[in-house]
């Protein structure tokens, strides 16, 4: 099985299934904390996609690496990589992303019935050898998440295929009940008081209830009062949607009086308008439970023990009684004992008894064949008895002779030589067998008993304490050097010798400092200060070596104790970092360089889009003025030329600033409630037009089951619609272009359209149509040439579909014709949130009277092409350069409407607005403002309302938009088209 692309943010990919409860946090820190790494993740893949990459210290540079070791580690199961440059399938890899990762660890698990895979790793940024002993505990973490993980994505589909029944169910009530009990997990369905409705059979068989009973109660009755306050708040949050937690577990009562712990998902049903229904699903997690609580009690275990060894106020003898008493009371056995084997005789080294019985049985030394770890020393392995009496061992002189009932233990090495086995018994026999958890604790029980003892022999010695660093040293991913109460050297690594430019083997016996003079002098202090017993570290620090040359660092100093549990010297552990500092800091100066080329790059767009469009605003303005004052027959045709070619480059100009912002990821859609059937009808006014032009039917067939008034953004559907139907009478010089929306499914508020626009035009081949939505692309030069067009069109439709959740879709031949189609699911709108244009009460002919209007443009051409249409429609219009000269006009006159332009010399549109709307007076807060934007940006409309404007004109203006606008907020319908 192989996992999806790897994702770079590491998120959830959109599913049905959701993992966020799985405890990643503490299988990281325990992983991290057995391995002795610093970097842990856990990966999942289901159904071919990976849904989840849980991590704990992966950088973006690492996310290539790791993507090559994941497929590595799915073809091993278990991937130990101590070093990734001394691969050379990763050494190119690592060189291209800079990636810090040098050692890997993992281990991928599949469940194959359930088409998923988890994969736990960690990792360290220096070379890394994970021990074998180390290596058990790390599988163990990696069974018990995954464990967790197919538990969960189990739980995930039954509630899934409960929801898919409850909808046959609708349609087939009377086969309800043999549908929930045809289940593999516990449901019941609960009325919003929290009564039984219905139960499956065996939710009836897990308690033991039954179905009378189950009428009489409410769902809180299933568990114990101490549990009743959470199990409703779990219920309400979900009834609510106040909580994203849609799983829990709690236990629940038998009839029995015994509890059961189950894992809970609610749904939400809804049989009518009226009606609404809790669906439960309830699986058995009692054996999961109990793995857990087995493993929680393993790591106690194992932490009373670290903790044990850690403490310096114990002796080893006494480190070594209290484990055996930990040990004893975790596997629930009366007696430990550490023996020796020495030829064919048994020696008891140590033993910790809880049985009276033992005192006088235990002897010092017995015949190897007559104890049971004769068994565990030559079959070097684990065994365990869990009932003597009951099994192959029943003759056993140790049974027969010792009484021991039930047996668990394994051999103890001392450096690397078999010495003898740690053991525990008891006199009672076990009720259940030994599980995994308790074979591995032995395993790492006597790996330390072998430590311990191996210290006991060397407990004087300091020699041997400075041969431990250095064999911890040796493959340890820092340097690392041991100093006594004068900072003089006792041992250094390599690495120690090596990063501070040290002669190998004369270093002992001399001053830290003399050694070192680049020493800070802070340092000094706190290195007494670690003499007298402190603990620190630095995550950072730095320092200027002899080359002048700054070094970066992390480092940390402990102190050391001798046996009488005195202060003997410190160690210091340090690590470089310059490279990683340098090459953060370089990131740090790419991302501003990025940054701000990214806004230079929209300023001069910006820029670019206002000197363009104020021409254009003329250009366009002019045509409309010259086509309305009755131009001869032989001017309309250079007229409508000159209107339509400032439209095609308006259109250019609109094109490539959208095709920006979706570049940038910057394009913002909006969500508004609309008239739906007004903006086909507005789009089926401007293709009729054109189709007309060409001698071609345009036609419509709209759903009439599609409700008037949606929600969406408007803007963008027009511009799709508007872009393929111009399209396809573009490339159609005869026959018809026709526009469909049909409704293919409704499910309460949200309906689902689906878009086709189809003409008979020339077609399209099907190696073109592998190409038609790049940018800046048609069919072919032949296409160009002949029908003209940026390639934009089709680029950016799919962009905004994409934005939408949907896809376009093309089917097409040459001389065929084409057909291009796409769905939308929108939600129904709220027909009091429309904005309703003021509807005419005549032909257009009537003026307005007595209406005043301030227009504040600094662009000439700008207010004389305004004036003009403002004055043809019997407004009287005054002019201001700026917003400063706007302001001083407004404290001699008034005006029942002002036209404002964003971008101006001295003070701006907003800055005006904002100046007008903080006087007192109500006039000042109640006179309308539009704003005149080269901008149809979202951001540009949201900023014009923010500061109080009342709505916005975007230039070159349509003047039937613009005039009804007016009409708008003047509210003087003659004015209206």
């Known amino acids: 099985m192989q996992p999806a692309a790897f994702t770079k943010t590491g998120n959830e990919v959109s599913t049905n299934y959701s993992l966020d409860n799985i405890p990643y946090e503490d299988t990281f820190v325990m992983t991290k904390h057995i391995c002795e790494t610093n970097i842990a993740g856990v990966a999942v893949c289901y159904k071919g996609e990976q849904i989840t990459h849980k991590f704990d210290g992966i950088k973006e540079a690492d996310l290539e690496l790791l993507k090559l070791l994941f497929t590595d580690i799915q073809a091993t199961g278990i991937l130990n990589i101590n070093d990734v440059k001394q691969y050379s399938n990763y050494q190119e890899i690592v060189s291209t992303t800079k990636s810090r990762l040098i050692s890997f660890h993992g281990i991928h698990i599949e469940n194959v019935k359930l088409k998923a895979s988890v994969i736990l790793y960690t990792c360290t940024n220096v070379p890394h050898k994970i021990a074998a002993e180390k290596m058990d505990l790390f599988q163990l973490q990696a069974r018990q998440i995954a464990n967790q993980v197919f538990s969960k994505l189990e739980l995930d589909q039954t509630n899934d295929k409960f929801k898919s029944t409850k909808k046959i169910l609708k349609h087939h009530e009377k086969n309800y009940q043999s549908i929930l009990d045809s289940t593999g997990d516990m449901m019941f369905e609960l009325d919003m008081n929290g009564k039984f409705l219905s139960i499956n059979n065996l939710l009836k068989e897990a308690l033991g209830y039954e179905e009378e009973e189950f009428a009489e109660m409410h769902y809180s009755d299933l568990v114990a009062n101490y549990k009743k306050r959470k199990l409703k708040e779990f219920f309400d949050n979900q009834i609510n949607g106040n909580s994203d937690e849609q799983y829990a577990e709690f236990p629940l009562k038998t ?150 009932e039930a047996y668990i233990g394994t051999p103890y090495y001392i450096k690397g030589k078999k010495e003898g086995t740690v053991s525990f018994f008891s006199l009672s026999p076990r009720q259940n067998p030994f599980d995994d958890n308790e074979v591995d604790f032995i395993k790492i029980f006597a790996r330390w008993i072998g430590f311990i003892l191996e210290r006991e022999r060397n407990q004087n010695s300091l020699l041997s304490e400075q041969g431990m660093l250095r064999a911890f040293a040796s493959f340890s991913p820092a340097a690392i050097a041991m100093f006594n109460t004068d900072m003089e050297y006792l041992a250094a690594t390599e690495r120690w010798v090596e990063e501070n430019k040290l002669v190998t083997g004369k270093i002992l016996g001399k001053n830290y400092y003399e050694e070192f003079p680049e020493s800070k002098e802070e340092w000094k202090k706190y290195h007494q200060r670690a003499l007298k017993g402190e603990v620190l570290s630095f995550e950072e620090d730095w320092y200027i070596n002899k080359h002048d040359e700054k070094v970066w660092l992390t480092w940390a100093v402990r102190p050391w104790f001798t046996e009488e549990h005195q202060i003997g010297g410190v160690i210091i552990f340090m690590q470089n970092i310059t490279l990683q500092k340098n090459q953060a800091e370089e990131l740090v100066r790419a991302k501003e360089a990025a940054e701000k080329a990214s806004q230079a790059k929209d300023q001069f767009l910006s820029t670019m889009s206002h000197e363009i469009r104020t021409p254009l605003n003329a250009v366009i303005g002019a045509g409309h003025l010259l086509l309305q004052e009755d131009p001869r027959e032989d001017q309309v045709q250079n007229m409508t030329l000159l209107k339509n070619s400032g439209e095609h480059l308006l259109s250019l100009v609109n094109d490539i600033l959208d095709f920006n912002k979706i570049e940038e990821g910057q394009l913002k859609l909006e969500q508004t409630s609309f008239d739906f059937l007004k903006v086909v009808s507005s789009i089926q006014f401007a293709m009729e037009q054109s189709a007309r032009e060409k001698n071609i039917e345009f036609k419509l067939d709209i759903d009439k089951e599609i409700p008037a008034i949606l929600e969406g953004d408007p803007t963008r559907i027009n511009q799709i619609l508007i872009n393929l139907l111009s399209n396809a009478i573009k490339f159609t010089d005869k026959g018809f272009v026709q526009l469909k929306v049909e409704l293919i499914s409704k499910a309460k508020d949200q309906f689902n359209l689906h878009f086709e626009v189809q003409d008979s035009g020339i077609g399209i081949t099907q190696e073109q149509l592998n190409s038609i939505f790049d940018r800046f692309t048609q069919a072919d030069e032949d296409t160009t040439r002949k029908y003209g067009g940026s390639g934009l069109g089709l680029t950016i439709t799919r962009r905004l579909l994409e934005l939408m959740e949907s896809e376009i879709r093309v089917s097409s031949a040459p001389g065929e014709g084409s057909t291009f189609h796409f769905d939308l699911t929108l939600q129904e709108g709220d027909r009091s949130k429309v904005i309703n244009e003021v509807v005419s009460s005549g032909n257009g002919s009537k003026s307005a009277s007595n209406k005043k209007v301030l227009l504040v443009d600094d662009h000439e051409v700008n207010r004389i092409m305004a004036s003009k249409f403002l004055t043809k429609w019997g407004l009287e219009v005054d002019c201001a350069n700026n917003g400063k000269d706007c302001l001083d006009m407004m404290e001699s006159q008034s005006y029942d409407l002002i036209l404002m332009d964003l971008q101006m010399p001295e003070m701006d549109g907003f800055e005006a607005t904002n100046h007008i709307r903080a006087r007192e007076e109500n006039y000042f807060k109640d006179v309308p403002i539009i704003a005149l934007t080269a901008s149809a940006l979202v951001e540009t409309r949201e900023q014009v309302k923010k500061v109080g404007m009342n709505d916005y004109v975007t230039k070159p203006f349509n003047p039937k938009i613009f005039r009804n606008k007016l009409a708008l907020h003047l509210k003087d319908p003659s004015l209206s088209e």
């Open 255 to 404: 009839k029995a009086g015994l509890n059961k712990w189950v894992g809970l998902k609610i749904a939400i049903n809804y049989p009518d308008e009226n009606e609404k229904r809790l669906i439960v699903v309830a699986r058995d997690i009692s054996k999961q439970k109990e793995a857990t609580n087995k493993l929680s009690k393993y790591r106690n275990g194992l932490k009373l023990i670290n903790e044990i060894a850690s403490n310096a106020n114990f002796t080893l003898k006494e480190q070594l009684y209290m484990a055996l008493e930990v040990g004893s009371s975790y596997l629930g056995l009366e007696v430990a004992v550490i023996g020796q084997v020495i030829d064919d005789t048994y020696y008891v080294r140590f033993s910790q008894l809880a049985h009276p019985d033992y005192d006088v049985k235990l002897k010092e030394s017995y015949a190897l064949k007559n104890v049971f770890s004769d068994i565990t020393y030559h079959q070097d392995d684990v065994i365990t008895i869990s009932h003597s009496k009951e099994s192959e061992y029943g003759n056993h002189p140790c049974y027969l002779e010792l009484g021991m």
